[in-house]
């Protein structure tokens, strides 16, 4: 790898570890006080995601081991983490737990896991295509903010850090800009298509969120 492209990704990893320790540690010291407006299907939700994607980065660092690999897999880990954690706190404090927007929350992204997974079948696809991969990651991660959003805007988001809506966006905008880099340098392909569709559909819902906090 170039230099100046290992200094890009270096940067990149770095800063996507900060991210995770401001946005996961900020979310776990409210979340010791109050978890108002917080649905815990959402953080499960995210978990899941990233669980998802820790166990295929893995592979892949298996099956192709490089220093970029390496870095994607611990990324994961970090975010795996703190999210863990986030959710971990949640249920030991016994705050707001599983109320009809978490069991709305499950049957959306259950509903929407089995309708890609009915896709991707007829479409002869397997479970780690890039496309398939993203429309779950819309499952996980997108709808489960739809929810979030709703609650947040009738219930309050005193629940909500700040600190991890502001690390979010910067997070999800650093990864698009890592995306539009890659399809400027080499188009498009099945990879970079469900990448956007994912971070997309992430930002987009987070956007509603942060409307629904700020409100």
């Known amino acids: 790898m170039p230099l100046s492209k290992r200094f890009t990704a270096d940067t990149f990893f770095i800063l996507q570890l900060i991210l995770a320790l401001i946005s996961g540690g900020s979310q776990f010291v409210r979340l010791l006080t ?97 496309l398939v991969s993203g429309f779950l990651a819309v499952c996980f991660v997108g709808l489960p903010q739809l929810t979030l959003t709703y609650k947040i805007f009738t219930e309050g988001g005193a629940g909500m850090a700040g600190a991890m809506l502001l690390a979010g966006h910067i997070g999800i905008m650093t990864r698009l800009g890592q995306l539009w880099y890659a399809i400027h340098e080499a188009g498009w392909d099945r990879n970079r298509l469900g990448a956007a569709l994912s971070e997309i559909a992430n930002e987009v819902t987070w956007i509603l969120v942060t409307v629904a906090w700020l409100v």
């Open 34 to 130: 109050t978890a108002q407006g917080i649905n815990v299907s959402w953080l499960a939700s995210w978990l899941t995601y990233l669980v998802i994607n820790l166990i295929l980065t893995i592979r892949a660092h298996v099956i192709w081991p490089s220093r970029v690999t390496l870095q994607t897999v611990l990324t994961y880990a970090a975010w795996t983490t703190v999210i863990a954690a986030d959710l971990a706190v949640m249920v030991w404090m016994g705050r707001e737990m599983w109320d009809g927007k978490d069991t709305f929350t499950a049957a959306m992204v259950a509903g929407g896991v089995l309708l890609t997974l009915v896709w991707a079948k007829i479409r002869g696809l397997t479970f780690t295509d890039p």
